[in-house]
């Protein structure tokens, strides 16, 4: 929609109005697409350049008979051909000059230039125009002044007059391009801002998190079923209701089920509900999440829990969008999303027969793999932050802040538990601080505090250095061990090593060679 109410603050629309009035003696009015005024023409203290246009706003009946042109001429431009018109006012032998204003082929209001005479005003059309003035409330000193103010204009004039009116139309249509790119622009960087780091619930800056937004923007407007993996931890209920409301369901029900938490006839009455009498204690009609979701979402976390005759049944919802509640003999129909989770090695489960294939790929359209938090280190600091102020807020107190010393333990800390395992800590370090405004090493969890993994997990590579002697022989010292140690981790796969050092394989063949560390043997023996 085209901001009207700003126009008159354009500088170039100013200018224009001046001209009109100047050369030609018209207003300069504009109109939205319902035809009405909003040059501000019907404000109670607006000035007229115009002494015609004047009087005609201050007759009884003056608003409506402006309106009742603007409406005619709108009805005009709208379903015609044309740009640029001009017009026959209420008023005999007074005219105007309408032009459309059109975006991305969409009829948004109309420009006018109003009132003058074309050619020439003879007596005969004076008196004509007197009586029809007289007619609607004006003086007869009031219709011979506006007469006498009103300009006359020869062809030539009427000519360059069409084409201002349709540069004003012109202006207007560039202006309102150009604040809506610097709108969207706007919001693209605030999207940057303020959700750069964040998509819903999720935080995070890393490159994986920043490619796991962008997948679920793309993903979320969709109807795809997404499958979730991940370690315990790392937020993958979070993704299924980012997805869920940010999507066409949002206004419908998101229900969430741990599959591993029920036997398997307790998750077919969860899931699908049941009949009365269906089973001892089955009192009366129970609805299950699938008819409850219904319109909605249904996250399945740990669906590789579920048993095979289970997977059956989610199967056949799946591509028939049917089910069957415990103890009835009809199926029940359902329209819901299907949105699963594991962190369990659903690939191998399958290879073993744990697993159905045909499950696996009705519910991994979309796949979304969460890292866990040891593979993007450089959210730890955010996350530590984010949690901190939720929970001095949700305890209403002043916000604390982190020593240095206790910043870069939690940093050196490998998280085993991700996210939930950080949170959990925070949590714990506002308790045990209390009023103290700074959270010091002393408030941390022994684990924390006796562990030596360093930001990958592995051992304290430093450790053991001997720190005599010149840099670059410690420093090959350290690099010898790094190697060695990598060796192991990664199983000798040098590839992998390589990327996790941050060097190209060829540089790490060539180091392995140097501090001979090429055997296997020797190397585990060390």
């Known amino acids: 929609m085209i901001n009207w109410k700003e126009m008159k603050n354009l500088l170039v629309i100013s200018k224009l109005s001046e001209i009109l009035y100047k050369w030609y003696g018209t207003e300069l009015i504009w109109t939205d697409a319902q ?156 999207s940057e801002l303020g959700d750069k780091y964040r998509y819903h619930m999720m935080i995070g800056k890393s490159k994986k998190m920043q490619q796991i937004y962008h997948l679920l923007e793309k993903v979320s407007s969709s109807e795809a079923s997404v499958f979730v993996q991940g370690e ?119 290879e073993t027969g744990e697993f159905r294939e045909d499950l696996y790929y009705r519910i991994n359209v979309i796949n979304v793999n969460l890292p866990p938090l040891r593979e993007r280190r450089e959210d730890v600091p955010i996350l530590m932050d984010h949690f901190l102020k939720k929970r001095c807020d949700e305890a209403g107190l002043p916000m604390k802040s982190y020593s240095k010393k206790c910043m870069e333990k939690m940093l050196d800390y490998h998280w085993p538990g991700n996210v939930r395992e950080l949170e959990n800590e925070v949590e714990r370090l506002v308790v045990l601080a209390g009023d103290d405004k700074i959270i010091t090493p002393e408030h941390l969890s022994p684990r924390i505090l006796e562990s030596v993994g360093g930001p990958r997990g592995g051992s304290n590579v430093v450790k053991g250095i001997n720190t005599n002697g010149s840099l670059k022989q410690a420093l090959e010292e350290l690099e010898s061990l790094m190697i060695r140690d990598g060796l192991k981790r990664c199983n000798f796969n040098k590839s992998k090593l390589a990327k996790e050092l941050g060097i190209s394989r060829a540089s790490l063949i060539m180091k392995v060679d140097k501090y001979d560390l090429d055997k296997r043997k020797k190397a585990a023996n060390e």
């Open 35 to 190: 035809a009405k005024i909003q040059s501000g023409h019907l404000d109670k203290d607006h000035e007229y350049k115009n002494q015609f246009f004047a009087v005609q706003m201050g007759m009884p009946h003056g608003h409506d008979l402006i309106n009742n042109d603007i409406e005619n001429i709108a009805d005009q431009l709208k379903d015609g051909k044309e740009q640029t018109i001009i017009f026959d006012s209420f008023f005999p032998h007074v005219q105007g000059v309408a032009s459309r204003v059109v975006v991305d082929g969409e009829y948004m209001g109309t420009v006018f230039a109003y009132p003058f005479v074309s050619g020439s005003l003879k007596e005969k059309e004076m008196k004509e125009l007197m009586a029809r003035m007289t007619e609607a409330g004006a003086s007869d000193d009031e219709a011979k002044s506006c007469i006498e103010d009103l300009r006359i204009l020869d062809e030539s004039d009427v000519e360059y007059l069409h084409e201002l009116v349709e540069l004003v139309g012109e202006e207007i249509v560039e202006f309102h391009e150009e604040i809506t790119k610097r709108e969207h622009r706007i919001k693209e960087l605030n």
């Open 232 to 350: 315990n931890g790392t937020g993958k209920e979070l993704v299924a209701k980012a997805i869920h409301y940010y999507s066409p369901r949002r206004d419908n029900m998101f229900l969430a089920v741990n599959c591993s938490a029920f036997n398997d006839n307790l998750l077919d009455s969860e899931l699908f509900g049941h009949m009365k009498g269906a089973f001892t204690g089955a009192v009366k009609d129970k609805k299950g999440l699938f008819e409850q979701s219904n319109g909605g979402t249904l996250f399945l976390d740990e669906i590789g829990d579920t048993s095979l005759s289970m997977q059956v049944k989610l199967l056949r919802v799946l591509q028939e969008g049917t089910y069957l509640p415990v103890g009835a003999t009809s199926p029940k129909k359902t329209d819901v999303r299907i949105i699963a989770a594991t962190n369990r090695d659903i690939k191998k489960m399958m």
